[in-house]
């Protein structure tokens, strides 16, 4: 028998299932299969579908939207008009108010012009006095006038009811028939109003 003992080799690791080349096969979930080409353009339609119906709805929308703001555009052009025409009418109103109380007030001032007036044309000459009475005439006409007061013109004039009041008819020699021949007392207009008719004598 030896003495040495025998070396008990240990066993050979096992060999690699994979060559020192080769990677490993990674873990993990399989990769999904591509989607067939087929079934995509089949659901085309149906998105296609859904879109216009979506389109359709939102046109629906801004029409009824357009639709409600046309009808506040018109309401509010009407509150525009009928507020204008309201204040118009306000204004036309209170100088219709205006000249009615200033016309009141002028007419009573004319009797006072015709007796001055009638006293002017009967002054004596040569006296101071007279001069004054024509200042205080000439004040108060132009106080008159500068509210708007207006003599009417009749004389020389054909008729015209609207002005003149015939008080007399009077045949006259070479003047047409219808003529306002004299004046007997003049009338006055306050702006385009009359508030006193002329007194007149008219040819026959």
């Known amino acids: 028998m030896s003495n040495k003992k025998d070396k008990v080799r240990p066993p050979a690791a096992e060999a690699e299932t994979t060559s020192p080349g080769t990677a490993a096969p990674a873990e993990g979930p399989a ?17 296609l579908a859904e879109v216009q119906s979506r389109v359709a709805d939102l046109e629906k929308q801004l029409a009824e ?84 007061l207006k003599r ?3 004389e020389g004039q054909p008729f015209d009811p609207n002005f003149h009041e015939a008080i007399a008819q009077e045949a006259a020699e070479g003047v047409e028939s219808g003529m306002v021949i004299g004046v007997v007392q003049h009338g006055y207009m306050l702006g385009e109003r009359v508030i006193r008719p002329a007194m007149v004598k008219v040819a026959q």
């Open 65 to 148: 939207v357009q639709s409600q703001a046309d009808e506040y555009k018109d309401g509010w052009q009407r509150a525009v008009a009928e507020l204008q025409n309201y204040r118009r009418r306000v204004e036309r109103e209170q100088a219709e108010s205006y000249q009615a109380a200033l016309g009141s007030i002028v007419k009573r001032y004319l009797t006072i012009l015709d007796d001055l007036e009638r006293a002017l044309a009967h002054r004596p000459a040569d006296l101071p006095w007279a001069d004054g009475i024509e200042l205080i005439y000439r004040k108060l006409q132009t106080i008159l006038e500068n509210e708007g």
């Open 31 to 47: 990769p999904e299969a591509a989607p067939d080409a087929s079934s995509a353009q089949a659901g085309l339609p149906e998105q």
């Open 152 to 154: 009417i013109e009749a």
